[in-house]
């Protein structure tokens, strides 16, 4: 499906194009697209899959994965039944999905693509996604935030008064936008017209061909059991960063009456109550987590530098393999809109949707964001400035901006780091959770603000 999608988005945009008089713009804004595939997308992630992989190794041998994976076995057994017991892609997913949650995106992709690595050494048809890439892909584009963060940011930077009133629409939208998912990718896997390749009569095929990307792997090291006073040692830490949570959050509490005032991170400037409170999370996440994967490992005798190494060498091998098919859905995705498509889209659809409660004022936003994270956060942005930070189309706006994903951009780089061709279900399951999170944005929005 993404073969002809990606064909018709370069065909088509090229004819209107030349019909609108856009040539130029469609040319420059294709080579721009390019450009910013590999200067702006590419490289950097390739750092940050290198930092974070090479933590999740330390996470991995150190049995905090594991630990997660046992906890949360009954739901990914129900979600994954093809996925094996103790499989190490399970833990992947699970680490993906609370960086998801807590709208951790930086962490977020590195974990998701160590995932479908895992996934693809149980697919015995290379080229073709599996049920469990389609179901995971359809989780990771309609996740349950908990934080909307960039677009609280978005709203505090232009003056709101309180920001974070969307965290609790942004949750509903996305639960809505959750189920939708879930259950559009489970009905579609069994519809003839999404069906993989037939089984083999070979065994020997239904192997997987490439071994998986595990520190379970032989050569792995051993890690040492917590002894009690290890185990005292992380409890203390455990304690300290709540301290430090707790400092944050309330200053004067820990500052005496003659001290002078510690200065305050710039993102806590000035913020009370709950967003403070969200600001402190989104804050110390990071660093904490990283801090105590490393401090976990070292108790338990594993060579902390030596294993990130290891881990992180993987995140370059991934990112090589995703600059094609980044490439190629960034051009097309720019090439669709410097046509014009966008708007064209816009006005076909607006004397449909607008009677029926949709503002006409979001239809761009909504139509550009399964293509376009940074089209998108431009949108927003005029929307806020348009109309107000705290006016309802701005609400409206961000919460469909913290509910929903830019699906193709998300089905190119998963499915170019294992080499999948053949998405088979998983873009219409990922656009009917975007409509649905869209919808339901809209309609809670509309029943909170008014």
Same mark, same amino acid.
């Given at each position: 499906? =993404? ?28 080579? #721009?697209? &390019? ?7 590419? =490289?950097?992630? $390739?750092? !940050? ?14 049995? /905090?994965? &594991? ?31 609370? #960086? ?48 909307? +963060? ?16 969307? @965290?609790?629409?942004?949750?509903? &939208? ?7 998912? /879930? ?38 090291? +051993?890690?040492?059991?917590?002894? %009690? ?48 409170? @969200? ?5 110390? $996440? ?41 490439? +190629? /859905? ?18 076909? =659809? ?11 004022? !979001?239809? %761009? ?69 975007? &409509? ?15």
């Amino acid at each position: 499906m =993404l073969n002809v999608i990606w064909f018709g988005l370069v065909v088509f945009s090229v004819l209107l194009a030349g019909f609108t008089g856009r040539l130029d713009a469609l040319t420059q804004g294709a080579f #721009a697209a &390019a450009r910013d595939a590999v200067m702006t997308i590419a =490289l950097p992630l $390739a750092g !940050l899959m290198a930092l974070w992989l090479g933590f999740l190794r330390l996470a991995e041998l150190s049995g /905090i994965v &594991a630990t997660l994976a046992n906890w949360m076995h009954p739901l990914l057994r129900r979600l994954f039944p093809d996925v094996p017991e103790g499989h190490p892609a399970m833990g992947a997913m699970l680490m993906n999905m609370a #960086a998801n949650m807590l709208g951790l995106g930086n962490a977020a992709t590195p974990l998701g693509l160590r995932a479908m690595r895992h996934l693809e050494t149980l697919n015995p048809h290379p080229g073709t996604a599996t049920n469990a890439m389609c179901t995971f892909l359809a989780i990771n584009t309609s996740s349950i935030q908990l934080i909307p +963060a960039t677009a609280v940011a978005i709203l505090s930077a232009q003056g709101s008064k309180s920001p974070t009133a969307i @965290v609790g629409s942004a949750f509903l &939208a996305t639960c809505i936008a959750a189920i939708a998912g /879930i259950s559009s990718v489970k009905f579609l896997q069994r519809l003839r017209l999404f069906q993989g390749p037939p089984p083999s009569n070979n065994p020997s095929s239904e192997l997987p061909s490439k071994p998986a990307p595990s520190s379970e792997d032989h050569d792995a090291p +051993a890690s040492t059991p917590l002894s %009690p006073t290890r185990k005292a040692v992380l409890l203390l830490f455990t304690a300290t960063i709540l301290l430090m949570l707790a400092a944050l959050m309330w200053p004067d509490l820990f500052r005496g009456p003659s001290s002078p005032p510690i200065p305050e991170p710039t993102a806590l400037q000035g913020k009370l109550g709950f967003a403070r409170f @969200v600001n402190v999370l989104s804050l110390a $996440a990071i660093p904490s987590l990283l801090a105590f994967f490393v401090l976990n490992a070292f108790l338990r005798k594993i060579k902390v530098y030596d294993e990130f190494l290891t881990g992180a060498k993987e995140g370059w091998e991934v990112a090589l393999r995703i600059l094609p098919p980044l490439v +190629a /859905i960034l051009v097309a995705v720019k090439m669709f809109r410097e046509a014009g498509g966008i708007h064209i889209l816009a006005s076909i =659809l607006s004397p449909v949707l607008t009677p029926i409660g949709v503002p006409s004022e !979001l239809l %761009p936003m909504i139509l550009i964001r399964p293509l376009s994270g940074g089209a998108t956060t431009g949108l927003f942005t005029e929307l806020v400035t348009q109309f107000g930070p705290d006016s309802l189309i701005a609400r409206t706006a961000a919460t469909i901006f913290g509910s929903t994903e830019t699906t193709f951009y998300v089905l190119a780089v998963y499915f170019g780091a294992v080499g999948i061709r053949n998405g088979r279900h998983s873009l219409p399951a990922g656009l009917i959770a975007d &409509a649905a999170g869209a919808a339901a944005s809209i309609a809670i929005c509309r029943w909170i603000f008014t």
